[in-house]
């Protein structure tokens, strides 16, 4: 009897399982064939492969693929004495051949503005700028800073993921102001611009200026606009 009732379960469980098994890995079509199911994968990976590395500065942390590729050096040509004393003096940018430069990774001398975002989180940036009194290197008392304003115009501007801005007005204040803002699932890629000859330094007026060479120094902040949590 034992026998005849292992027989008998096994028999059971075989035809529940050829009952079964073809309903969970197939389904019934109009023309009476089956159909599967399965998944296609890959995944995608922040930044490059390191052959493409954008150049410039670039973030730390979950921000190491933004990169502040170019920022640009900035000659305004001459001016005199005479001008400066009137508060009349104002200059077009001339082009990026400076004589004293900082050697930052992301400074150029073609006018060139670039920002790179390969970090594929759609958090968004922001590029802000602030620029220093202008000073005389031989004598950098209060007496030889002179002050002003640059009115930054940007052309060729290229920005596929994000709609950015072309113009901006640093003061000799050193107080950030934006240049351009990528919202969220926006910038991504490389986003580029040169500056436009119709950019002008306009100086205040200052009776102690000096016939010498003035150099200011711009700081470029480009910052994610990731928020926690």
């Known amino acids: 009897m034992k026998k005849s009732l292992l027989v008998s379960a096994a028999a059971l469980a075989l035809a529940a399982a050829a009952t079964v098994a ?66 009349t003096a104002a200059m077009n940018y001339q082009d990026g051949k400076v004589k004293v430069q900082t050697g930052d990774a992301a400074e150029n001398t073609d006018g060139k503005l670039a920002v790179s975002d390969l970090r594929g989180n759609g958090a968004g940036w922001k590029l802000s700028a602030n620029l220093t009194q202008f000073t005389n290197n031989a004598d950098k008392t209060d007496a030889n800073k002179l002050d002003g304003q640059l009115a930054l115009a940007l052309t060729n501007v290229v920005a596929p993921n994000a709609t950015l801005g072309t113009a901006a007005t640093l003061k000799t204040d050193g107080q950030d102001v934006t240049i351009w803002t990528a919202g969220k699932d926006e910038g991504q890629g490389a986003n580029t611009a040169d500056v436009d000859t119709a950019t002008k330094l306009t100086l205040d007026k200052n009776a102690q200026v000096k016939a010498v060479q003035y150099d200011a120094t711009i700081t470029w902040t480009l910052s994610s606009t990731i928020t926690a949590g």
């Open 22 to 87: 073809p309903m969970t890995v197939s389904a019934a079509t109009a023309d009476g064939s089956a159909q599967g199911t399965t998944t296609a994968e890959f995944t995608v990976t922040a930044g490059d492969d390191g052959s493409t590395t954008p150049g410039g500065d670039n973030g730390s942390g979950v921000n190491k693929d933004l990169w502040l590729v170019n920022a640009p050096d900035m000659n305004f040509g001459t001016t005199t004495v005479a001008k400066i004393i009137a508060g």
